[in-house]
RNA sequence: GGCGGGAUAGCUCAGCCGGUAGAGCAGAGGCCUGAAAAGCCUUGUGUCCCCAGUUCGAUUCUGGGUCCUGCCA
């Protein structure tokens, strides 16, 4: 077993500072579990750790696509696992640390074996989706897949597509595969969750835009244009990005175009509350109010048998 | 000043020929297995601007008021 420590938290919990600080206590690393910072060139509105922090303490998965690519969790495992082992048997404890909850998931708790590179499928669902409507694809997956479809709401396009692109790829169902699924998880997690109150969370959260304003957000939005990349391209469909779409395209006023990114924010960090509250963790946490030398003690102890070979020293 | 348009849920607005009212967004709660900062589910009693009139009954019609707003002056 592979001791980890994770750090999660809905967005503008503090995540990123804690992580910075118990790398430094570790002398470790930190793998970002963040589908929006893997991009290039959105910078400031994925709150990236700045280019001081990149220095002081290395990063993996950050800025490592074009903002027209696509990423997934599947991209996530593959990669963060590479350096998690990387990592451990330099004897370090690797840190994830990161909004993203179905990254983490998939990480500690695996995906199952469905590697699907050819994008005709999901290219043809669509077509299908244009010609025949939501309800034909619905009744397709009622029928070649019940027992998912039971599960999926007849109103989720995304969910249909992506039941029916498994099967026509896999020739198995999604509820086969997710029955013959291993879950068995090399990782020994100490998991953080960085909680807030809603009010005081959403005060963070609406100043923080404000400041992405002010850090040149505009800006950066205007140089990824000017790279050639349009607001058609996946990065760009991002809270506090594509809020700014009709600023430029229709001439919205910009405080309007910023409470919607706000209020979209806001919107994500309480799905994420929710996503948290029926995980499991070791410690939780405000920030800045939690203590670096507890939290940093806490986890020696938890992992103390399970250290790898020579991380006792690298520790201290 | 003249001629219009409007006043309905926190916000933007629907309400056909009169029977006390709904959508989207927000808010609240929830779901989540390769798009997840995505996608989806549940949840809507409010002086229908005020006053009078017509009517068995008016948010809906008529008259008067008040306040917004557009065009012309």
């Known amino acids: 077993m592979i001791p980890v420590i994770i750090i999660e938290g809905p967005t503008a919990s503090g995540k990123t500072a804690l992580a910075m600080q118990l790398a430094k206590l570790f002398k470790t690393e930190i793998i970002s579990a963040d589908s929006r910072q893997v991009y290039k060139y959105l910078d400031i509105g994925t709150a990236k750790p700045t280019n001081e922090e990149l220095c002081d303490v290395k990063h993996h998965l950050i800025s490592i696509i074009n903002p027209d690519e696509t990423f997934n969790a599947g991209m996530f495992c593959d990669n963060a696992m590479d350096i998690i082992k990387e990592l451990s048997s330099k004897g370090k404890i690797p840190i994830v640390c990161g909004g993203t909850g179905l990254y983490i998931k998939a990480l500690l708790e695996g995906l199952f074996e469905c590697v699907i590179t050819d994008k005709s499928t ?37 969910r249909i597509q992506r039941a029916l692109e498994v099967y026509r790829v896999t020739g198995t169902t999604l509820s086969q595969h997710w029955r013959s699924q291993g879950r068995k998880s090399e990782l020994k997690p100490f998991r953080i969750l960085l909680f807030e109150e809603r009010a005081v969370l959403y005060n963070r959260i609406d100043n923080r835009i404000v400041n992405m304003l002010d850090a040149g957000l505009l ?5 990824i244009m000017t790279m ?4 058609s391209s996946p990065g760009l469909n991002s809270v506090g990005y ?31 509350v929710t996503w948290y509250n029926k995980c499991t963790f070791n410690l939780t946490e405000r920030y800045p109010a939690i203590s670096i030398c507890i939290v940093g003690d806490r986890i020696k102890s938890y992992f103390d048998s399970k250290m790898p070979e020579g991380l006792n020293e690298n520790s201290r």
């Open 228 to 231: 050639g990349y349009s607001w």
């Open 242 to 272: 594509k809020e700014y779409v009709s600023y430029f395209e229709d001439n919205t006023l910009l405080h309007e175009c910023t409470s919607k990114a706000q209020q979209h924010s806001r919107n994500y960090a309480k799905r994420q």
């Open 219 to 223: 800006t950066e939005i205007e140089n």
């Open 122 to 158: 999901r290219l043809q669902l669509e077509t299908e989706y244009n010609d025949k409507g939501l309800s034909s694809l619905y009744e397709e997956l009622k029928s070649v897949d019940p027992e998912s479809a039971l599960s999926i709401s007849y109103n989720d396009k995304q």
